[in-house]
């Protein structure tokens, strides 16, 4: 379990919140399908997945079990370091399978 610090206190849920709890360990196929459905539902298809940032913000909200809109609506800094850290998160796994594909 990893905790993105906000640089500001947000309502969630009717709940201040100084930090979100999110577990990308947690995550499965399912997750990453949810999030690619509820984009699809909002008319929306990502083209490069590891590069897209409303993509990453669903699944962010997927590994925190929080809803999107609450993820759409932090201030733009912490938006990004949502991002940020799913996108991380995808590359680093998606560079570690080529170093291992090129070694063998």
């Known amino acids: 379990m990893s905790v993105l610090k906000l640089s500001k206190v947000v309502s969630i849920n009717g709940e201040e919140v100084k930090e979100i709890d999110y577990d990308f360990d947690d995550l499965k196929g399912d997750s990453i399908e949810n999030a690619v459905k509820a984009m699809q539902k909002q008319g929306y298809v990502s083209t490069v997945q590891e590069l897209d940032p409303i993509l990453h913000a669903h699944i962010f909200a997927e590994a925190s079990g929080l809803d999107y809109l609450d993820i759409k609506s932090l201030p733009a800094k912490d938006y990004l ?24």
């Open 81 to 104: 370091k949502c991002v940020s850290a799913v996108r991380d998160f995808l590359l680093t796994d998606s560079e570690v399978s080529q170093q291992e594909n090129i070694s063998e």
